[in-house]
Nanobody, 119 residues
Framework: QVRLVESGGGLVQAGGSLRLSCAAS????????MAWYRQAPGKERELVAG???????NLGDSVKGRFSISRDNAKNTVGLQMNSLKPEDTAVYYC?????????????WGQGTQVTVSS
């Protein structure tokens, strides 16, 4: 059973930092690309950052230069370091991955962790 568990959310003032972590189980973690998405109230879920199995990363335009994503294959975790936070970063942040089983893509999401940035 695939399980993604996020931690590290909370309330922070604008300009501050937070680090999110996602612990994965039930997958061959080192072979999986991982990603962070976020969803603010009334908005669609958007990609924040992704990292592939060899460590190549991509970041959403709105977080470039402020956020970074990393992975620890020994601990089966993926982290999201968020610096210079802005009120518009307020959202529920979700950990995401997928696997392909017999040609079918199966997607997995964590339960989400709330990040609130006060002005």
């Amino acid at each position: 059973q695939v399980r993604l568990v996020e931690s590290g959310g909370g309330l922070v003032q604008a300009g501050g930092s937070l680090r999110l972590s996602c612990a994965a189980s039930g997958i061959s973690f080192s072979l999986n690309a991982m990603a962070w998405y976020r969803q603010a109230p009334g908005k669609e879920r958007e990609l924040v950052a992704g990292i592939d199995s060899v460590g190549s990363t991509n970041l959403g335009d709105s977080v470039k230069g402020r956020f970074s994503i990393s992975r620890d294959n020994a601990k089966n975790t993926v982290g999201l370091q968020m610096n210079s936070l802005k009120p518009e970063d307020t959202a529920v942040y979700y950990c995401y991955t997928w696997v392909v089983v017999r040609g079918t893509k199966r997607e997995y999401w964590g339960q989400g962790t709330q990040v609130t940035v006060s002005s």
